[in-house]
């Protein structure tokens, strides 16, 4: 891949793009990475999800691409606006580890499954199905959505590249 084709998503960031081009975060360790694609628009989005919910939010300009129940509703939004239709739109998601081990497992420390759970709550929000998804585990990923065919790329180091 050329790299002047990748299209950078931060962490607590999200962007779309039409026709061409590939959507790449890094750094998905308990962040969940929530890849949207609509094949007949070929309009592809994606979110680098940090935490489940806004009401935990402290800052005072609320990063709304830094929250599941914000991030994926803007960027639906956003993709919308490029011709998609969540009817025909199908989601991937990567990442949601649980990075360190803790003697007690309170929820609060659950933070990669916990993204998980949100996020897909959200999907289910807006009946967008998940077709495919590489989470939970102890490691770290990055994840790489091709705009022109919907192939989600993985790669971890523990684990190489998986395709979905």
């Given at each position: 891949m050329i790299q002047d084709s990748f299209i950078k998503v931060g962490m607590a960031d999200l962007n779309v793009a039409s026709m061409a081009g590939v959507l790449k975060t890094t750094g998905l360790g308990s962040c969940v990475g929530v890849a949207l694609y609509d094949a007949h628009a070929k309009v592809a989005g994606m979110a680098h999800v940090m935490l489940p919910s806004s009401e935990i939010a402290r800052e005072g300009a609320l990063n709304i691409a830094k929250y599941a129940d914000t991030a994926i509703p803007e960027l639906i939004r956003l993709m919308e606006a490029l011709g998609a239709q969540t009817r025909r739109t199908v989601a991937k998601l990567a990442g949601g580890a649980q990075m360190f081990a803790f003697g007690n497992q309170t929820d609060t420390m659950r933070i990669g499954p916990r993204n998980v759970e949100s996020c897909k709550?959200?999907?289910?929000?807006?009946?967008?199905?998940?077709?495919?998804?590489?989470?939970?585990?102890?490691?770290?990923?990055?994840?790489?959505l091709d705009?022109?065919?919907?192939?989600?790329?993985?790669r971890s180091v523990q684990h190489g590249v998986k395709e979905l």
């Amino acid at each position: 891949m050329i790299q002047d084709s990748f299209i950078k998503v931060g962490m607590a960031d999200l962007n779309v793009a039409s026709m061409a081009g590939v959507l790449k975060t890094t750094g998905l360790g308990s962040c969940v990475g929530v890849a949207l694609y609509d094949a007949h628009a070929k309009v592809a989005g994606m979110a680098h999800v940090m935490l489940p919910s806004s009401e935990i939010a402290r800052e005072g300009a609320l990063n709304i691409a830094k929250y599941a129940d914000t991030a994926i509703p803007e960027l639906i939004r956003l993709m919308e606006a490029l011709g998609a239709q969540t009817r025909r739109t199908v989601a991937k998601l990567a990442g949601g580890a649980q990075m360190f081990a803790f003697g007690n497992q309170t929820d609060t420390m659950r933070i990669g499954p916990r993204n998980v759970e949100s996020c897909k709550e959200q999907l289910q929000r807006f009946a967008i199905p998940v077709k495919g998804e590489d989470t939970g585990a102890n490691y770290g990923r990055t994840i790489e959505l091709d705009c022109t065919t919907g192939v989600l790329l993985i790669r971890s180091v523990q684990h190489g590249v998986k395709e979905l």
